[in-house]
Nanobody, 129 residues
Framework: QLQLVESGGGLVQPGGSLRLSCATS????????IAWFRQAPGKEREGVTC????????NAVDFAKGRFTISRDNAKNTVYLQMNSLKPEDTAVYYC??????????????????????WGKGTLVTVSS
């Protein structure tokens, strides 16, 4: 059964850090780029960052640059999102998603919901004092 399961969310104070994990099963992670999205209360879901299947290419939106780092361990079928210097506006449900099926994803990735093949159910991150 194909699954992406996020974990690592929770309550953290402003300025703190969290590392989210996306554990995958049921498909060959090596063939897929992985993206992280988030949805804040009352807002649309938005892309955060993504990593190519090879792990050699990453992309991130402006608010994530310099604070959030995506990485992957294909041997463990897991992708990580390290989040530092967290702000209250980072409060959201964080989702990982897989995109793949072609050579392009070997060295590229896209932060577009409509190209994602598989989704996790999300993990809640709350940044509050």
């Amino acid at each position: 059964q194909l699954q992406l399961v996020e974990s690592g969310g929770g309550l953290v104070q402003p300025g703190g850090s969290l590392r989210l994990s996306c554990a995958t099963s049921g498909f060959t992670l090596d063939n897929y780029a992985i993206a992280w999205f988030r949805q804040a209360p009352g807002k649309e879901r938005e892309g955060v960052t993504c990593i190519s299947a090879s792990g050699h290419f990453t992309n991130a939106v402006d608010f994530a640059k310099g604070r959030f780092t995506i990485s992957r361990d294909n041997a463990k079928n897991t992708v990580y999102l390290q989040m530092n210097s967290l702000k209250p506006e980072d409060t959201a449900v964080y989702y990982c998603a897989a995109e793949g099926g072609g050579q392009w994803y070997r060295h590229s990735c896209a932060l577009a919901e409509n190209v994602m093949d598989y989704w996790g159910k999300g993990t809640l991150v709350t940044v509050s004092s």
